[in-house]
């Protein structure tokens, strides 16, 4: 009996925990106005998506024995894997975007728009802790970040969904389902997944002060980037 109601409470827990998440990914924050504070919202929305799109999809497949996988060390081993992987693709993703609609928005050229994103991207991967399980650090998503900046076309990133096939991607591989299982939900899970960077999107167009954020980057930060990037070595 006690184990049930201990179920119990766990199955609440994690609903009351989606809908507070919900609140605060639906809530409308200030304008972005800095690097700084882009910096924040590609960070705490690449993470909402990750976590909300793959605990939403396991919730879905395991059903009622959802809860009961997380005693399962080395599931929940792959879980934490999985959603630092989606994580880092998700972030990409968004940084491209970002810095594109920035680049866009304000006339930026090509090599203006992928200075702010790899100083965007470094410096949110900066920030980030390393997990125990990835002792090997962050060094390779710093490099496929620096080569997919160098070959992006920039304004075809500021709208749609182009900017955002790597973290569908990742989700399907990722995410600890049986392939057979994936196979057949494959659709579904990226139709999620691009709901809700649809919903991104939109707040971010409502909230992006463009030519705030370019200036503030001239001023603050763009001097340093651009000597890094002059400074590291060629690949």
């Known amino acids: 009996m006690l184990k049930e109601v201990l179920l119990a409470f766990r199955e609440a827990a994690y609903f009351v925990g989606l809908a507070l998440k919900s609140l605060c990914f639906w809530r409308k924050p200030p304008p972005l106005t800095t690097p700084g504070e882009l ?25 009622t024995r959802y809860t009961s996988l997380f005693e399962d060390d080395v599931f929940a081993n792959s879980i934490s894997i999985a959603i630092m992987e989606i994580y880092l693709a998700a972030l990409s993703d968004l940084t491209v975007f970002a810095a594109a609609r920035v680049g866009r928005d304000t006339g930026a050229g090509a090599r203006e728009t992928r200075s702010l994103a790899l100083c965007l991207h470094k410096n949110i991967l900066g920030d980030e802790e390393i997990p125990d399980y990835r002792p090997q650090g962050f060094d390779a998503a710093r490099h496929a970040f620096s080569e997919r900046a160098a070959e992006t ?35 579904i899970v990226k139709y999620s997944m691009r709901f809700k960077w649809k919903a991104v999107r939109d707040q971010f167009a409502e909230i992006l ?27």
Do not use: C, H
Not at 41 to 48: L, N, T
Not at 209 to 229: K, N, T
């Open 39 to 63: 910096r924040i919202f590609i960070e705490r929305r690449a993470k909402a998506v990750t976590q909300v799109t793959l605990f939403g999809y396991l919730k879905t497949r395991a059903g």
């Open 153 to 187: 076309p920039w304004p075809e990133m500021a709208q749609g969904e182009a900017a955002f096939r790597g973290s569908l991607a990742a989700l399907v591989e990722w995410a600890p389902v049986a392939p057979e299982l994936k196979d057949q939900d494959i659709e």
């Open 209 to 235: 002060d463009a030519p705030a954020v370019m200036a503030a980057w001239r001023d603050e930060l763009a001097p340093a980037a651009a000597s890094a990037e002059i400074a590291a070595p060629a690949n």
